[in-house]
């Protein structure tokens, strides 16, 4: 089991670019989850998805992010018109249906200049 | 709104000393999941705790769902345990808040 995969581990884009983050989450896995880290803000709760379908996205600024599952095996995270205060530690997390406790990938860090 | 506090807001020991982590939220719990950070590192988790007491090493979470509180102790601290502490209630809904986390330094 290689656990929670993201990709990339870093990423820096310039203010405006795109940002896309992948997320695998752990085979056999229903639920993934994203969240976003930031020294401020701490652990934000940013999007969930169960059975690829999305459930709640409350967590998302509206305006320029965008999460979808296409397949069981892999989530993204796109964001556009990326800003500097953008930049933060962004985190996917599995389980399954039957359990509450969470397996967290080693996240991305997205720094936007 | 659903609050988690976390207790103390850091922490500084001697090697070997002893340290209790607390965890209290606002409204009614299931259960309770504590995770490790190093700076810069993931999450991983150290206890998933429905009630009672579960020991792993030097680690014992205590979680009393009626109170709404869980404590993380770590007995004979080490340098290696040195991070951040989070707590995560589960509310029986998919939405899992954190805590601020408990930052922990060990000297030598």
């Known amino acids: 089991n290689a656990g929670v995969i993201q990709t990339p581990r870093h990423k820096v884009t310039g203010k405006g670019q795109e940002a896309t983050l992948w997320c695998e989450p752990i085979?056999?896995?229903?639920?993934v989850f994203w969240y976003r880290q930031t020294i401020v803000q701490g652990l934000e709760f940013l999007t969930y998805?169960?059975?690829?379908?999305?459930?709640?996205d409350s967590g998302m600024p509206k305006e320029r992010f965008s999460a979808q599952m296409p397949n069981q095996s892999h989530s993204t995270l796109k964001i556009q018109s990326t800003q500097p205060q953008d930049s933060a530690v962004y985190l996917c997390a599995s389980r399954t249906g039957s359990s509450y406790e969470q397996y967290f990938g080693p996240g991305t860090r997205l720094t936007v200049l | 709104g659903q609050q988690v506090q976390q207790s103390p807001t850091s922490l500084v020991l001697q090697e070997g000393e002893n340290a209790e982590l607390q965890c209290n939220f606002s409204t009614s719990l299931n259960s309770m999941q504590w995770f490790y950070q190093r700076p810069g590192g993931s999450l991983v988790s150290v206890f998933y705790n429905p009630s009672g007491t579960k020991q792993s090493g030097r680690l014992t979470s205590t979680t009393v769902i009626k109170e709404r509180r869980s404590s993380l102790h770590i007995s004979s601290s080490q340098i290696t345990d040195s991070g951040t502490y989070l707590c995560?209630?589960?509310?029986?809904?998919?939405?899992?808040?954190f805590g601020k986390g408990t930052h922990l330094h060990v000297l030598p």
């Open positions: 998805f169960r059975n690829q379908a999305p459930i709640d």
């Open positions: 085979s056999g896995h229903s639920a």
């Open positions: 995560a209630p589960d509310t029986n809904a998919y939405k899992v808040i």
